[in-house]
């Protein structure tokens, strides 16, 4: 069981910087894959990237170039660095954990997110 548990989301101006953060409770967290994933009002859920065990990361073309993923499996913790934010970036943000490594790029999306959390709404204004 991994608890999961999103901060950091907030209204800011289109072009500035957000970090959100997830903290994760449980066991083998460093043993996850971990997605990144949105919800705009209306729109169905999007998958903005991963991050494998060892680093390895996948981007959604809409943000790649702009956000970064990291972990700091001493901390149980997963980040998501935004930057140049745009409107069309406004949406809940969720993190979410795979219990499977077995797939990358868009695959690593998709497979074994079991656990996910209550999410952290993001709001870019113009």
């Known amino acids: 069981q991994v608890h999961l548990v999103e901060s950091g989301g907030g209204l800011v101006q289109a072009g500035d910087s957000l970090r959100l953060s997830c903290a994760a409770s449980?066991?083998?967290?460093?043993?996850?894959?971990m997605g990144w994933f949105r919800q705009a009002p209306g729109k169905g859920r999007e998958c903005v990237g991963t991050?494998?065990?060892?680093?390895?990361?996948y981007y959604a073309d809409s943000v790649r170039g702009r956000f970064t993923i990291s972990r700091d499996n001493a901390k149980n913790s997963v980040y998501l660095q935004m930057n140049s934010l745009k409107p069309e970036d406004t949406a809940i943000y969720y993190c979410a954990a795979s219990g499977t490594e077995a797939y990358s790029g868009t695959e690593s999306c998709r497979w074994g997110y079991r656990y996910w959390g209550q999410g952290t709404q993001v709001t870019v204004s113009d």
């Open positions: 449980g066991r083998a967290f460093s043993s996850y894959t």
């Open positions: 991050i494998k065990s060892g680093g390895f990361t």
